[in-house]
Every structure is written in structure tokens, then in C-alpha cells.
């Protein structure tokens, strides 16, 4: 850890992301929580689909970002609204990656997640057949407290 302290240190803006596979699928609460409090001057970011209840992970410079995988992924049962509960404002986000076929989908997810946890950052992001034009038009018809990330 001295060593990584020394040259994290040299980069006062450095930002870690933790992702790929699922970085919560092996029970890694412990390490998650030693490295950032060690590192507390790093901001770092557990990026997770929300299929695996968030539990005892929680540091000041340590965010969630949690992806709800969409019927065109195949795999839109994975996600835990019970997450959403321990979810921080302004330190954790939800982001949808859709495309139009998930549209009337991610409409009802988003009104669950605003049940439980308003003003929580909702991101959407178009993918295949949905431009951002109509991505545009989905979120301002429906009045949605949402970002788009393109």
C-alpha cells in the first residue's frame, strides 16, 4: 500500500473506477472499503448492474454507479430496487443504456426509482436504433428528471 500511496499521491485529481465482470459478485466489501479510506484524496467509482445487494460499502470517496440493464440486454430482471434505498444523493447515479424497444421499460423503472429515492441522478444513454433526438423527445414529453449522456 506504501507504494501505491506514493505514486497516487503525484496525481492530485485522480479518479479509479472499479469495473468489469461484477466488482461486487465476490463478496470484495472489505478491500473496497481499506483501499478508499486509505486512499481517502482518490475519488474512486464502483460501476455494478444492481444485481447484487450493496451493503457495508459506503466511504466518502467511494460512489456507486449503477447500471439497469434494459429488456435489450436480456437481462432487465437483475436489477435490485432495494439498492436504490442505500444510494446516495448526490454521490451515486443510475444510468440506462437503451435503446427505443426499452423506451415504455426504463419510463417505469425510473418512476420506481423516483418512488424510492427521489431526486437520485438518472442518466440515459442511446444506443442502437434511438438517437438522441428522440432519446431528447422521450425525456421532455414525459417530464423526466433525467441526464443524457451521449
Known amino acids: ?14 479518479c479509479v473506477l472499479f469495473a468489469g465482470g461484477e466488482p461486487l459478485q465476490y463478496n470484495r466489501n472489505f478491500v473496497f472499503n481499506h483501499i478508499a ?3 481517502s484524496y482518490v475519488n474512486f467509482f464502483l460501476y455494478t448492474n444492481g444485481s447484487i445487494p450493496i451493503k457495508d460499502i459506503f466511504s466518502e470517496n467511494l460512489h456507486y454507479i449503477v447500471e439497469c440493464k434494459t429488456p435489450s440486454s436480456k437481462c432487465e ?11 446516495r444523493l448526490n454521490f451515486d447515479c443510475i444510468n440506462f443504456t437503451m435503446t427505443k424497444s426499452d423506451i415504455p421499460f426504463v419510463k417505469e423503472k425510473i418512476a420506481e426509482i423516483i418512488k424510492v429515492k427521489p431526486f437520485l441522478e438518472i442518466n440515459l444513454t442511446p444506443t442502437g436504433d434511438l438517437s438522441i433526438k428522440e432519446l431528447s423527445e422521450f425525456v421532455i414529453s414525459n417530464k423526466l428528471p433525467v441526464h443524457i449522456k451521449i
Open 1 to 14: 500500500m506504501v507504494e501505491i500511496k506514493e505514486v497516487t499521491s503525484n496525481y492530485p485529481e485522480l
Open 37 to 39: 479510506n486509505e486512499l
Open 77 to 87: 430482471d437483475s436489477f435490485l430496487i432495494e439498492n436504490v434505498k442505500l444510494l
